[in-house]
């Protein structure tokens, strides 16, 4: 649990700036989520990403938006989605990784 509260705390501090500069925008800010296996077996990390960003006053789909990539264990296209994130001009890209 606790390393469950690390990375959400990092991943907040890593991405409230950013989004903070970008609140006065019309579109919401976009935070890209770049996992290399399947969405199964991370809900607790993509939970606790959440749960960090509610504690800070961001509600996805409310005042910022999250795009999720899943690279399905199949790592050679993890470029290929990253490459879509920076396209999308995401304000941070949070990386799964072992």
Not at 65 to 90: M, T
């Amino acid at each position: 649990m606790r390393r469950r509260a690390f990375v959400a705390g990092a991943v907040t501090s890593a991405v409230a700036w950013p989004l903070c500069a970008s609140a006065q925008s019309q579109t919401l800010p976009l935070i890209g989520f770049l996992g290399a296996a399947s969405p199964e077996g991370y809900e607790g990390f993509v939970g606790g990403l959440r749960q960090g960003l509610k504690e800070t006053g961001f509600v996805d789909g409310d005042n910022v938006s999250i795009v999720f990539h899943w690279a399905k264990g199949q790592y050679d296209r993890l470029p290929e989605l990253a490459a879509d994130l920076v396209a999308r001009r995401v304000s941070v890209i949070v990386a799964t990784g072992g």
